[in-house]
């Protein structure tokens, strides 16, 4: 399914709305992850000593959530009919390649269990993602303004995971060329070991 011009209008419309106050909007929605996931925590190396302290006084994370939140807002009213992804392609390859760095599965993007139902699977991000934006703006919030934004949500995750996959592939070819090259490093150093001590012997 594509993304229609109309779906693109009501995006852009929402996120007009919300632009001016993007920063606590911003964090609402990395709030409203916590809240569905407190797990996903874990996922950001400045949350694991965070003790006990406030998640919405802590100051690197209100930058990355305004990073993220503004970066996804803003690719999502420049989406086109066709469905391609037009814009900050370097953004999303950069938020990919963090998130892949980071040990994200493309299972974070999609599912997890909700801490009070085992059996519940919601999708994280996307829930917090709709779940922010209707409360930003609840009285625009319609069905088909609630479709388009999921719509912009599942094109613009499907890049994100595919630079993941990317970067981890970039990743892992690297720690193969760097094993090759020590592997090397020391057949040459063997043989040339091996040839010293075969010269002192004849030496000798």
């Known amino acids: ?20 106050d993007s920063e606590s909007t911003a964090l609402k929605f990395f709030l409203r992850i916590f809240e569905i996931a407190p797990g996903a925590k874990q ?3 400045f949350l694991r000593d965070a003790g006990d302290a406030p998640l ?4 690197k994370l209100k930058a990355h959530a305004v990073t993220v939140f503004v970066m996804a807002c803003e690719s999502a009213t420049q989406l086109r009919s066709t469905g391609d992804v037009k814009v900050r392609e370097a953004t999303l390859k950069r938020l990919g390649a963090t ?11 999609e599912t997890e269990t909700h801490r009070s ?6 999708q994280v991000v996307k829930t917090a993602l709709l ?5 930003a703006v609840p009285d625009m919030w319609t069905p088909e303004m ?9 094109q613009l ?21 760097a094993t090759a090259a020590e592997e090397t490093t020391n057949a040459a150093a063997a043989e040339e070991e091996t040839t010293n001590a075969a010269a002192a012997v004849d030496a000798s």
């Open 157 to 177: 995750a499907a890049v994100i995971k595919e630079e993941m996959k990317n970067a981890a592939a970039a990743e892992e070819q690297t720690k193969n060329a």
């Open 99 to 109: 998130h892949a760095r980071a040990g994200v599965a493309d299972a974070h993007f």
């Open 131 to 135: 779940d922010t934006i209707r409360d």
């Open 56 to 59: 919405e006084k802590h100051p």
């Open 43 to 45: 996922m950001f190396s």
């Open 146 to 154: 609630k479709a388009a934004w999921e719509e912009a949500y599942d």
């Open 1 to 20: 399914m594509g993304f229609s011009e109309a779906q693109e209008e009501l995006v852009l419309r929402s996120w007009k709305a919300m632009k001016s």
């Open 117 to 122: 139902c085992s059996s519940l699977n919601v």
